[in-house]
């Protein structure tokens, strides 16, 4: 992965404390699995950004690099990679994702 790639991944993830790598849109998601983390983001009322690695052929490529993770969507928290959309979902269900989202707002 390319020094500028890594910088523009490691940028999206300092400048945003919620960021998920996603298939598609917030409105649109593009796959099953990036529409499981955007339901479960949005049962929150919190901000967060996406990134449309559809759009990116770089970042596409770079995030599963930069994350050592094979699939997408994945999703970062107060600049730490929590996972994908199974991950995403044990974390709901067990309600610890209530708590590491509380944490992070609280930050």
């Not at 699995?33 to 596409?60: A, E, G, M, P, W």
Request: positive net charge.
């Amino acid at each position: 992965m390319s020094n500028q790639c890594n910088n523009e991944i490691e940028n999206l993830i300092y400048n945003h404390k919620i960021i998920a790598f996603v298939k598609g849109s917030k409105s649109k998601p593009m796959c099953g699995f990036s529409n499981t983390v955007i339901q479960i983001l949005n049962k929150f009322n919190i901000d967060y950004h996406t990134v449309d690695i559809l759009t990116n052929n770089k970042i596409r490529n770079g995030i599963k690099e930069y994350s050592q993770w094979p699939t997408i969507p994945q999703v970062y928290i107060n600049k730490k990679f929590i996972g994908g959309a199974d991950i995403l979902l044990d974390l709901y269900n067990t309600y610890k994702l209530h708590e590491i989202l509380e944490k992070s707002i609280n930050s």
